[in-house]
C-alpha cells in the first residue's frame, strides 16, 4: 500500500523539512528527495533508510548518507498510511541529540493536538 508523505508546518505556517531542503547543495537535496520517494512507494523500508527511534513517542528517522554528510529527518505516522516529517538536521555525532528527539516529540504533540481540534 502507498504511503503519503507531508511536512509538518508549524502553528506560524513554517515548515522545517522544507526550510532545511532548500538549505541544502542541489545534489545533497537530490538525494534526501529520492528517499523520501522510496518512504512512499516501498512496502517494507529498509533499516538502512528508515527506523524507528527507540524510547520515544513514536518518532521515526530518515537516514541518509550523502558523500560524507548524514541526514536525519525525523518523522512519525499520522495513519497506517500518512508519514509525517517533523524536521531535518545533518548529523554529526555518533549519538542522535537529545534536543532534536526532543524537537520531534513536541511537534508531533503539536500536530496531532492542531489536527484535533480541527476535526
Not at 111 to 116: D, G
Request: proline share 4%; hydrophobic share 35%; net charge positive.
Amino acid at each position: 500500500m502507498p504511503k503519503t508523505v507531508i511536512f509538518y508546518k508549524t502553528a506560524e505556517g513554517k515548515c522545517p523539512v522544507r526550510n532545511f531542503l532548500d538549505s541544502l547543495p542541489g545534489k545533497a537535496a537530490q538525494k534526501i528527495v529520492w528517499v523520501l520517494k522510496l518512504l512512499e512507494d516501498i512496502e517494507m523500508i529498509p533499516a538502512t533508510y528508515f527506523k524507528k527511534l527507540s524510547g520515544t513517542e513514536e518518532i521515526w528517522e530518515c537516514r541518509i548518507q550523502h558523500g560524507s554528510n548524514t541526514y536525519r529527518i525525523f518523522c512519525f505516522f499520522d495513519s497506517y498510511a500518512t508519514i509525517v516529517l517533523t524536521h531535518a538536521f545533518q548529523k554529526k555525532s555518533l549519538k542522535t541529540p537529545i534536543r532534536e528527539i526532543e524537537k520531534a516529540e513536541s511537534y508531533r504533540r503539536d500536530y496531532l493536538s492542531r489536527r484535533e481540534k480541527s476535526e
